[in-house]
């Protein structure tokens, strides 16, 4: 039996009654274990067999096959992400994109901080969209596709102010080299200057960030086709958060 803390990143229904936990912990990494029961009004693994919850888990974990959940404990259910539609979709999001770019049984406390303090952060009501854009940079790392963003992706040279990136490059492009590739996309200054930070930040100390529409949409637009481009892996969340967005413009 081992003990440990860990949040829920994704589950699935087995059976009538059994739930499927894919949990990300400190020790462990990340760890799919099976919550039998779970699904019945009368069981106490009901409550932290949710996705995005923070629990403390007694496991049966053997060392090839998937692990079984002996007890839970709920720490933090993070109800007020619950409670509004646009935080659970953020939420979820999240957890998404770090469950699928997190291997099995790789310990990380890096990672595993990472997404207990988004979740914190969302809760306490900073802005979705962009934590969203952090947790997407600190992916990029994770992933083995982290972006250049203090070097021309063409020459190398060092840069400060580009206002164009090249997603094919991987990187910004310096005044010398803006035509290097034809594809590249128009950005901010400020935008750059963000990705940056975010890249190199500890995200205990996100403060609060006031960020233009420009750059929120061109931050947005460069990351999104970089992972389109890098990693080769669709989101289904994000289409539901584009889905979210696009309702509450239209109205």
Same mark, same amino acid.
């Given at each position: 039996m081992k003990k440990v803390d860990a949040l829920v990143l994704k589950t699935i229904d087995y059976g009538e009654s059994h739930k499927i936990l894919t949990l990300l912990t400190e020790t462990y990494g990340k760890i799919a274990v099976m919550a039998r029961g779970a699904k019945k009004p009368s069981s106490q693994l009901g409550s932290i067999s949710q996705p995005f919850t923070y629990g403390t888990y007694l496991l049966m974990i053997s060392e090839r096959g998937m692990g079984t959940v002996a007890q839970a404990d709920l720490i933090d !259910? $993070?109800?007020?992400?619950?409670? =509004?539609?646009?935080?659970?979709?953020?939420? &979820?999001?999240?957890?998404?994109?770090?469950?699928?770019?997190?291997?099995?049984?790789? @310990? !990380? +406390?890096?990672? $595993?901080?990472?997404?207990?303090?988004?979740? &914190?952060?969302?809760? =306490?009501?900073?802005?979705?969209?962009? *934590? +969203?854009?952090?947790?997407?940079?600190?992916?990029? =790392?994770? +992933?083995?596709?982290? @972006?250049? *963003? $203090? /070097? %021309?992706?063409? %020459?190398?040279?060092?840069?400060? &102010? !580009?206002?164009?990136? &090249?997603?094919?490059?991987?990187? @910004? *492009?310096?005044?010398? %080299? /803006?035509?290097?590739?034809?594809?590249?996309?128009?950005?901010?200054?400020?935008?750059?200057?963000?990705?940056?930070? $975010?890249?190199?930040? =500890?995200?205990?100390? *996100?403060?609060?960030?006031?960020?233009?529409p420009d750059v929120r949409r061109q931050m947005n637009k460069v990351l999104r086709h970089y992972y389109d481009e890098h990693s080769g892996v669709q989101l289904r969340t994000r289409t539901f958060l584009d889905q979210l967005h696009k309702y509450e413009l239209d109205f």
């Amino acid at each position: 039996m081992k003990k440990v803390d860990a949040l829920v990143l994704k589950t699935i229904d087995y059976g009538e009654s059994h739930k499927i936990l894919t949990l990300l912990t400190e020790t462990y990494g990340k760890i799919a274990v099976m919550a039998r029961g779970a699904k019945k009004p009368s069981s106490q693994l009901g409550s932290i067999s949710q996705p995005f919850t923070y629990g403390t888990y007694l496991l049966m974990i053997s060392e090839r096959g998937m692990g079984t959940v002996a007890q839970a404990d709920l720490i933090d !259910s $993070f109800r007020k992400i619950r409670e =509004d539609l646009f935080k659970t979709a953020y939420a &979820s999001y999240l957890m998404e994109l770090i469950e699928r770019f997190t291997e099995e049984r790789e @310990p !990380s +406390a890096g990672i $595993f901080l990472l997404a207990l303090t988004l979740l &914190s952060y969302l809760a =306490d009501g900073k802005d979705p969209e962009i *934590l +969203a854009r952090l947790a997407e940079v600190k992916m990029l =790392d994770l +992933a083995g596709i982290r @972006p250049e *963003l $203090f /070097h %021309c992706a063409n %020459c190398g040279r060092e840069v400060e &102010s !580009s206002i164009r990136f &090249s997603v094919t490059n991987g990187g @910004p *492009l310096c005044g010398d %080299c /803006h035509a290097a590739d034809q594809r590249a996309v128009w950005i901010k200054p400020a935008t750059l200057r963000l990705l940056q930070i $975010f890249q190199h930040m =500890d995200v205990r100390r *996100l403060g609060e960030i006031n960020v233009g529409p420009d750059v929120r949409r061109q931050m947005n637009k460069v990351l999104r086709h970089y992972y389109d481009e890098h990693s080769g892996v669709q989101l289904r969340t994000r289409t539901f958060l584009d889905q979210l967005h696009k309702y509450e413009l239209d109205f």
